[in-house]
C-alpha cells in the first residue's frame, strides 16, 4: 500500500524557515517523481515543486521560486522541502503526492501538514 | 502561463442526474488533463489522468473527455457520495496549475 506521511509543518514567523519530510513507503520511490501541493484555508489545490526520480529535473511555481528548495533521498525515501523568507500567504496545508506514470498528474497524496506564517 | 479555467463555479443536481463539467485551457495542452475529487475535510482524490484514463478502482459513472483546450468531465448519474469539489489539472509542462474547481451539491 502507498503511503506518504509529510511532518515538519507549525507556526513560524513571517520571514522565518521551515523544512517538509514526506516519509514514503510501499513503491519503488526512486523511480517515481514527487511533488509538493500546498492547499489555503478555504482555497483550491495549489502546485508548489516537483523533483524527478533522479533529480536531473527541479520545477517551481513562480509564488516560491528563490524561497523554497525542493530535494529527495532516495536511500531515504523521503521527499523535503525547505521554505525559507516564509510569507503570510505561504499558510497552507502542504501535500507530499507522487507522479503518476513518470507524468506530473498526482495519483497519491499524503494527508498533509499545516504551515502557519503568523507573528 | 497557460490559465485553467472551470465552468460553473458551482451547480446543484439531483440523484441519478448527469452531471458535466467543463475545464478549459488557454492555450492547447494535448491531452494532459487530470481530474480530482475533494470532499470536505479530505485529500484531493484523483480520478482521470490524460483526459479520458480513468484511475483504477474510481466508480465508472465517471468519464472524461476531451483534447487540445476544452475537456469534460462528466458523471453519468450523480450519486449522494459524488458530493465535493471538483478540480482539473494540466500537466503538459510547469506550472502544473489546477483549476479553480466546481462545487457540485444537490438540490
Known amino acids: 500500500e502507498v503511503q506518504l506521511v509529510e511532518s515538519g509543518g507549525g507556526l513560524v514567523k513571517p520571514g522565518g524557515s521551515l523544512r517538509l519530510s514526506c516519509a514514503a513507503s510501499g513503491f519503488t520511490f526512486s523511480s517515481y517523481n514527487m511533488n509538493w501541493v500546498r492547499q489555503a484555508p478555504g482555497k483550491g489545490p495549489e502546485w508548489v515543486s516537483s523533483?524527478?526520480?533522479?533529480?536531473?529535473?527541479?520545477y517551481y511555481a513562480d509564488s516560491v521560486k528563490g524561497r523554497f528548495t525542493i530535494s529527495r533521498d532516495n536511500a531515504k525515501n523521503s521527499l523535503y522541502l525547505q521554505m525559507n523568507s516564509l510569507r503570510a500567504e505561504d499558510t497552507a496545508v502542504y501535500y507530499c503526492?507522487?507522479?503518476?506514470?513518470?507524468?506530473?498528474?498526482?495519483?497519491?497524496w499524503g494527508q498533509g501538514t499545516l504551515v502557519t506564517v503568523s507573528s | 502561463d497557460i490559465q485553467m479555467t472551470q465552468s460553473p463555479s458551482s451547480l446543484s443536481a439531483s440523484v441519478g442526474d448527469r452531471v458535466t463539467i467543463t475545464c478549459r485551457a488557454s492555450?492547447?495542452?494535448?491531452?494532459?488533463v487530470a481530474w480530482y475529487q475533494q470532499k470536505p475535510g479530505k485529500v484531493p482524490k484523483l480520478l482521470i489522468y490524460a483526459a479520458s484514463t480513468l484511475q483504477s478502482g474510481v466508480p465508472s459513472r465517471f468519464s472524461g473527455g476531451g483534447s487540445g483546450t476544452d475537456f469534460t468531465l462528466t458523471i453519468s448519474s450523480l450519486q449522494p457520495e459524488d458530493v465535493a469539489t471538483y478540480y482539473c489539472?494540466?500537466?503538459?509542462?510547469?506550472?502544473?496549475?489546477f483549476g479553480p474547481g466546481t462545487k457540485v451539491d444537490f438540490k
Open positions: 492555450q492547447d495542452i494535448s491531452n494532459y
Open positions: 523533483i524527478s526520480s533522479g533529480t536531473n529535473y527541479i
Open positions: 503526492a507522487r507522479s503518476g506514470l513518470s507524468r506530473y498528474y498526482f495519483d497519491y
Open positions: 489539472q494540466k500537466y503538459n509542462s510547469a506550472p502544473f496549475t
